[in-house]
Nanobody
Framework: VQLQASGGGLVQAGGSLRLSCAAS????????MGWFRQGPGKEREFVAA???????SYADSVKGRFTISRDHAKNTGYLQMNSLKAEDTAVYYC?????????????????WGQGTQVTVSS
Protein backbone atom coordinates (compact mmCIF):
# COMPACT_ATOMS: atom_id res chain seq x y z
CA VAL A 1 0.00 0.00 0.00
CA GLN A 2 1.21 3.54 -0.75
CA LEU A 3 0.55 6.37 1.68
CA GLN A 4 0.59 10.09 0.93
CA ALA A 5 0.49 12.48 3.87
CA SER A 6 -0.50 16.11 3.44
CA GLY A 7 -1.91 19.09 5.30
CA GLY A 8 1.09 20.27 7.28
CA GLY A 9 2.10 23.89 7.53
CA LEU A 10 2.89 26.83 9.78
CA VAL A 11 0.33 27.77 12.42
CA GLN A 12 0.29 29.92 15.53
CA ALA A 13 0.00 28.37 18.95
CA GLY A 14 -3.63 27.68 19.74
CA GLY A 15 -4.47 27.12 16.11
CA SER A 16 -5.61 24.04 14.23
CA LEU A 17 -4.51 21.88 11.32
CA ARG A 18 -5.93 18.77 9.71
CA LEU A 19 -3.55 16.22 8.29
CA SER A 20 -4.65 13.73 5.65
CA CYS A 21 -3.22 10.37 4.69
CA ALA A 22 -4.38 9.04 1.33
CA ALA A 23 -3.88 5.32 0.76
CA SER A 24 -3.74 3.43 -2.50
CA UNK A 25 -2.86 0.00 -3.72
CA UNK A 26 -4.77 -2.31 -1.38
CA UNK A 27 -8.05 -2.52 0.53
CA UNK A 28 -7.35 0.13 3.11
CA UNK A 29 -10.36 -0.89 5.20
CA UNK A 30 -8.41 -3.94 6.42
CA UNK A 31 -5.61 -1.77 7.76
CA UNK A 32 -5.02 0.01 11.02
CA MET A 33 -3.58 3.47 10.60
CA GLY A 34 -1.29 5.38 12.88
CA TRP A 35 0.23 8.82 13.11
CA PHE A 36 3.73 9.35 14.45
CA ARG A 37 5.90 12.43 14.71
CA GLN A 38 9.55 13.30 14.98
CA GLY A 39 10.56 16.64 16.39
CA PRO A 40 13.97 18.30 16.00
CA GLY A 41 16.59 16.22 17.77
CA LYS A 42 13.99 13.76 19.02
CA GLU A 43 13.09 10.18 18.30
CA ARG A 44 9.95 9.28 16.40
CA GLU A 45 7.00 9.03 18.79
CA PHE A 46 3.48 7.70 18.68
CA VAL A 47 0.66 10.22 18.31
CA ALA A 48 -2.57 8.34 17.53
CA ALA A 49 -3.89 5.15 15.99
CA UNK A 50 -7.21 3.90 14.65
CA UNK A 51 -8.24 0.31 14.01
CA UNK A 52 -10.14 -0.98 11.00
CA UNK A 53 -13.24 -0.81 13.21
CA UNK A 54 -12.71 2.79 14.29
CA UNK A 55 -11.30 2.17 17.78
CA UNK A 56 -8.74 4.81 18.69
CA SER A 57 -5.69 5.33 20.89
CA TYR A 58 -3.81 8.54 21.68
CA ALA A 59 -0.57 9.59 23.26
CA ASP A 60 -1.16 11.32 26.58
CA SER A 61 0.42 14.49 25.21
CA VAL A 62 -2.32 14.93 22.57
CA LYS A 63 -5.41 13.54 24.31
CA GLY A 64 -8.28 15.97 24.19
CA ARG A 65 -6.59 18.05 21.46
CA PHE A 66 -6.09 15.66 18.53
CA THR A 67 -8.66 13.43 16.86
CA ILE A 68 -7.86 10.59 14.50
CA SER A 69 -10.47 9.42 12.02
CA ARG A 70 -10.80 7.63 8.70
CA ASP A 71 -13.07 7.50 5.69
CA HIS A 72 -13.14 4.00 4.21
CA ALA A 73 -14.93 5.18 1.07
CA LYS A 74 -12.13 7.64 0.34
CA ASN A 75 -9.28 5.37 1.53
CA THR A 76 -8.12 8.30 3.62
CA GLY A 77 -7.22 8.85 7.24
CA TYR A 78 -7.14 12.15 9.09
CA LEU A 79 -5.57 13.74 12.12
CA GLN A 80 -7.41 16.82 13.35
CA MET A 81 -5.08 18.85 15.56
CA ASN A 82 -6.54 21.58 17.75
CA SER A 83 -5.04 23.81 20.43
CA LEU A 84 -1.62 23.33 18.91
CA LYS A 85 1.44 24.02 21.02
CA ALA A 86 5.03 24.81 20.10
CA GLU A 87 6.04 21.35 21.30
CA ASP A 88 3.81 19.81 18.62
CA THR A 89 6.29 21.03 16.03
CA ALA A 90 7.52 17.97 14.14
CA VAL A 91 7.42 16.01 10.93
CA TYR A 92 4.26 13.93 11.05
CA TYR A 93 4.13 10.51 9.44
CA CYS A 94 1.18 8.28 8.72
CA UNK A 95 1.59 4.52 8.76
CA UNK A 96 -0.53 1.47 8.04
CA UNK A 97 -0.56 -2.24 8.84
CA UNK A 98 -3.06 -4.97 8.09
CA UNK A 99 -4.28 -6.00 11.55
CA UNK A 100 -7.34 -6.20 13.79
CA UNK A 101 -5.73 -4.03 16.46
CA UNK A 102 -4.41 -0.45 16.58
CA UNK A 103 -0.67 -0.63 17.29
CA UNK A 104 1.05 2.17 19.15
CA UNK A 105 4.64 1.26 18.29
CA UNK A 106 6.36 2.26 15.05
CA UNK A 107 7.91 -1.15 14.50
CA UNK A 108 4.44 -2.71 14.21
CA UNK A 109 3.69 -0.80 11.01
CA UNK A 110 4.61 -2.03 7.55
CA UNK A 111 3.87 0.99 5.37
CA TRP A 112 4.83 4.62 5.85
CA GLY A 113 4.04 7.91 4.17
CA GLN A 114 6.68 10.49 3.37
CA GLY A 115 5.94 12.87 6.25
CA THR A 116 4.51 16.36 6.42
CA GLN A 117 6.02 19.24 8.39
CA VAL A 118 3.99 20.91 11.13
CA THR A 119 5.45 24.05 12.65
CA VAL A 120 3.74 25.80 15.55
CA SER A 121 4.95 29.28 16.36
CA SER A 122 4.64 30.56 19.91
Amino acid sequence: VQLQASGGGLVQAGGSLRLSCAASGRTFSRYAMGWFRQGPGKEREFVAAISRYGDTSYADSVKGRFTISRDHAKNTGYLQMNSLKAEDTAVYYCAAVETFTRPTTAMAYDYWGQGTQVTVSS
